[in-house]
């Protein structure tokens, strides 16, 4: 069975940092480009950050640049979503998805349609 499981999540303070982990089982993930994203409550999900496939490619959305760090180690199957300096506003649900090459091909980094694999999520809470 393929499947992405996310790790990570938890509540934290404003100005604290969480280090969220995607894992893939079934698969491997070295020739898969990997995104993350989140959903707020009432909001549409949103691309955060993605990573290509070597690991020597990787876009942030505005909003986390300078923040949040991706980071893939193929050995382990496993990419990392290191979220600093947190915020109220990065509460959400976060997302790992794998896609193919072509997401950078066509810089569409951030369209779902483009990915196949979809993890469950994990939550991230942001508040004193």
């Known amino acids: 069975q393929l499947q992405l499981v996310e790790s990570g999540g938890g509540l934290v303070q404003p100005g604290g940092s969480l280090r969220l982990s995607c894992a893939a089982s079934?698969?491997?993930?070295?020739?898969?480009?990997i995104g993350w994203f989140r959903q707020a409550p009432g909001k549409e999900r949103e691309g955060v950050s993605c990573?290509?496939?070597?690991?020597?490619?990787?876009n942030y959305a505005d909003s986390v640049k300078g923040r949040f760090t991706i980071s893939r180690d193929n050995v382990k199957n496993t990419v990392y979503l290191q979220m600093n300096s947190l915020k109220p506003e990065d509460t959400a649900v976060y997302y790992c998805?794998?896609?193919?090459?072509?997401?950078?091909?066509?810089?569409?980094?951030?369209?779902?349609?483009?990915?196949?694999?979809w993890g469950q999520g994990t939550q991230v809470t942001v508040s004193s």
């Open positions: 079934g698969f491997t993930l070295d020739n898969y480009v």
């Open positions: 990573i290509s496939s070597s690991g020597g490619n990787t």
């Open positions: 998805a794998a896609g193919g090459p072509e997401i950078y091909y066509k810089r569409s980094y951030y369209s779902t349609s483009l990915y196949d694999y």
